[in-house]
Nanobody, 122 residues
Framework: QVYLVGSGGGLVQAGGSLRLSCAAS????????ISWFRKAPGKEREFVAG????????LYADSVKGRFTISRDNAKNTVYLQMNSLKPDDAAVYYC???????????????WGQGTQVTVSS
């Protein structure tokens, strides 16, 4: 089993920044990809950004390119999502997810964290 703990959400003004963290534990060798998804009220869960732990290859949703940066610290089994220039549309519950392959489809991921709330005031 793989356990994921997401943290770092909060309330921020539009234009501000937050950094989310996803700490993985358990059988992490089976999970080469860790990604962030988000779900806003009334919307589907959507892919935000992902990173391949083995080589650092990253993938971003078009809506966050240039504003969000995903990174990893393999020694700490932790993935970070630096979010800059936040917009009210970025407000959602953010979930980290782990799976064998990086991709934008939720079906790629077998393990999910508990979610952390990001609120952006205009």
């Amino acid at each position: 089993q793989v356990y994921l703990v997401g943290s770092g959400g909060g309330l921020v003004q539009a234009g501000g920044s937050l950094r989310l963290s996803c700490a993985a534990s358990g059988r992490t060798l089976s999970t080469n990809a860790i990604s962030w998804f988000r779900k806003a009220p009334g919307k589907e869960r959507e892919f935000v950004a992902g990173i391949r732990r083995s080589d650092g290859v990253t993938l971003y949703a078009d809506s966050v390119k240039g504003r969000f940066t995903i990174s990893r610290d393999n020694a700490k089994n932790t993935v970070y999502l630096q979010m800059n220039s936040l917009k009210p549309d970025d407000a959602a519950v953010y979930y980290c997810a782990a799976g064998p392959f990086i991709g934008k489809n939720v079906k790629n991921y077998d393990h999910w964290g508990q979610g952390t709330q990001v609120t952006v005031s205009s």
